[in-house]
């Protein structure tokens, strides 16, 4: 198993899309004007909603109690671990998601750019695509499992392939991991967290907001504040 070091990681950055975020602005509402049509739409949505379910204790990859209640952002801390990607991340499964953060906001942003440019490609965008960020802040202060010292562990870092990674990330899920630290992929030098457990993502808060303008799915965003 890779070693264990103690992480006291302040302000590392998350970057969710806009409408995701608190006060966020539901895509919902963009499908009708007429609020008794609205407002079932939300209840249908609401039924289905990951977030809810797990909180209810009935969405099987996670248990109702491993979830945090009553703190700051509390609802952004939870759906992070009940919204799994259909095909997973890097090390973790469909069924469980992660808190997935940067040390550093260059490396989220180019996260962020790399997987929204691949959605773009898949489903075949090729116009200009605006797409608003908001940063979540987050600390860390536990041991965390660190392979960026570990060559042995190098499958774990290939940019397509998930196949090694997911399966570590499964071993030490089991095992009671707090997470794994672990160089970027996306940006050289950069340094990225994924936290297994949603009690150690600690003093969450809203930070920054960006637009990313992408062009198309084959060139890089221009980023700016909002």
Not at 64 to 75: C, D, H, K, T
Not at 83 to 98: C, L, P, Q, Y
Not at 165 to 177: I, P, T
Not at 178 to 189: D, L
Request: a negative charge; proline letters at 7%.
């Amino acid at each position: 198993m890779p070693p264990t070091v103690w992480i006291d990681e302040r302000d590392t950055h998350r970057l969710i899309p806009a409408q995701y975020a608190e006060g966020g602005v539901s895509v919902l509402t963009q499908l009708t004007d007429d609020e008794e049509i609205l407002e079932g739409i939300f209840e249908l949505d609401n039924a289905t909603n990951d977030r809810l379910l797990a909180e209810s204790d009935l969405l099987p990859g996670i248990d109702a109690r491993e979830l945090v209640f009553g703190i700051p952002s509390y609802r952004i801390i939870n759906a992070a671990f009940c919204h799994a990607a259909s095909g997973g991340t890097r090390f973790s499964s469909a069924d469980r998601g992660a808190w997935y953060a940067g040390f550093e906001l260059e490396t989220s942003q180019a996260e962020v750019a790399y997987h929204k440019r691949l959605w773009l490609t898949e489903v075949n965008w090729n116009e200009e695509e605006v797409s608003d960020y908001v940063d979540y802040l987050a600390d860390f202060r536990a041991e965390f499992h660190d392979i960026r010292s570990s060559p042995e562990r190098t499958d774990c870092l290939n940019p397509t392939d998930y196949s090694a990674s997911q399966a570590l990330g499964a071993v030490l899920l089991a095992q009671g991991s707090a997470g794994i630290v672990f160089p970027s992929v996306r940006r050289p030098g950069g340094t990225c967290i994924v936290c297994f457990r949603p009690v150690l993502v600690t003093n969450v808060r809203l930070g920054s907001s960006f637009t990313f303008v992408f062009p198309d799915p084959a060139s890089p965003p221009t980023i700016s504040p909002r």
